[in-house]
């Protein structure tokens, strides 16, 4: 069984997927009516063109609010967690599931989020659970309650335990690993899953603010050499962040972050989508990272800094 924490865009996509594939999954939810609804309807996937790719009903899967944790899990403890919440709910999260966790050595976490900074945070929270960091260019939005549009199919990459952790290893690939692709996702295990978390932090520091600040689409940040020009001050700022921390970089990124431009032309980014519905975005686990990294090194990123500073402010409903 793999529990899956957050039922939003990922969440779904995740747990509608891999439900239909034969895994038995157990969603977590923020609330009791989200749990109650998708217990009704299921979980339904859109392909981009609008069609039913995936249904399932809600009998085929467990759905409870996280605030159940405690009582269900003594139950039945997790073994394999996804945790598909943002950035901004982790903190809560720990605190729900953390006094029922029995977290053991055998205990592991795979966790999707962009930025940087959860990690470190849920390891020092489960010290005994073992942390898989993950990156993925899936690209899901939610439509409903219990539905989600999968708008493009990407690539996850999971960070693979230790060296010599062979049994865990074995353990992971058989649980989780093959149970992903047997649903159909693209998944790798990478032993560079920290370089393939820089190089994403990069590309969301450069891409996710600006397309908040302008409010336009990913594509439309190349259609003007200013926004090309301001989009290469980002990528520029970050590089020297890397460069003073030793951490490698290639050239080919910024290529890299014109094509993920490309390739998601007509996608609102999701900080984007945050302000527009006066969330609270990532930026603080994105380009306030990169400007605490540059404190941490001595140098400066002040483009980051201030454009965490205009997003940070964006939140506030008017009135
Ligand atoms: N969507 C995508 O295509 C991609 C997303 N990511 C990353 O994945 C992470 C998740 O993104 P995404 O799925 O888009 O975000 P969403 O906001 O769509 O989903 C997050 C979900 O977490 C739920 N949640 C919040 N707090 C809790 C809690 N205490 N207990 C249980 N559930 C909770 C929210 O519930 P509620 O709605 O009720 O508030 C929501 O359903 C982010 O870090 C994002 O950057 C990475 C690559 C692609
Ligand atoms: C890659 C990108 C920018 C795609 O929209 C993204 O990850 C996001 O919106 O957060």
């Known amino acids: 069984m793999i529990d899956i924490i957050g039922a939003g865009s990922l969440g779904l996509l995740f747990a509608g997927r891999l439900s239909a594939s034969g895994t038995k999954v157990r969603l977590w939810t923020r609330t009791l009516e989200q749990a109650r609804v998708i217990a009704r309807e299921g979980i339904t996937v859109f392909d981009k063109e609008g069609q039913t790719a995936v249904h399932v009903s809600g009998d085929k899967l467990k759905v409870a609010p996280l605030a159940d944790w405690q009582r269900l899990n003594s139950q039945a403890p997790a073994r394999w967690i996804m945790l598909m919440t943002k950035q901004g709910a982790i903190e809560e999260v720990l605190e729900q599931i953390q006094p029922a966790a029995q977290m053991d050595r055998d205990t592991g976490i795979v966790c999707l989020q962009n930025g940087i900074g959860h990690i470190e945070r849920i390891r020092q929270a489960w010290p005994e659970a073992v942390v898989y960091p993950a990156v993925t260019t899936e690209g899901a939005k939610r439509q409903g309650v219990a539905s989600i549009v999968h708008a493009g199919s990407g690539v996850t990459e999971i960070g693979s335990s230790e060296e010599g952790e062979e049994a865990k290893n074995n353990n992971f ?7 992903l692709l047997a649903a159909g996702f693209d998944v790798c295990l990478s032993k560079e899953i920290e370089n393939g978390m820089y190089r994403k932090l990069l590309i969301n520091a450069v ?3 600006l397309t908040a600040v302008w409010r336009v689409r990913n594509g439309e940040l190349l259609s003007d050499p200013i926004r090309i020009h301001m989009m290469r001050r980002l990528y520029d700022e970050g590089i020297q962040v890397y460069e003073a921390h030793g ?19 007509e996608n609102h980014s999701s900080m984007l989508a945050d302000v527009l519905a006066q969330s609270m975005t990532e930026v603080a686990s994105i380009n306030g990272q990169l400007v605490q990294m ?10 980051h800094e201030v454009l965490w500073q205009l997003i940070e402010g964006m939140r506030l409903k008017e009135g």
Not at 173 to 179: A, E
Not at 294 to 303: F, L
């Open 247 to 265: 951490i490698h970089w290639e050239n080919a990124w910024w290529e890299q972050i014109m094509n993920v431009c490309r390739a998601t032309a």
């Open 294 to 303: 540059a404190d941490r090194a001595g140098v400066t990123a002040p483009t």
């Open 173 to 179: 690939n058989q649980c989780v690993l093959n149970q």
């Open 207 to 209: 891409i996710n603010p």
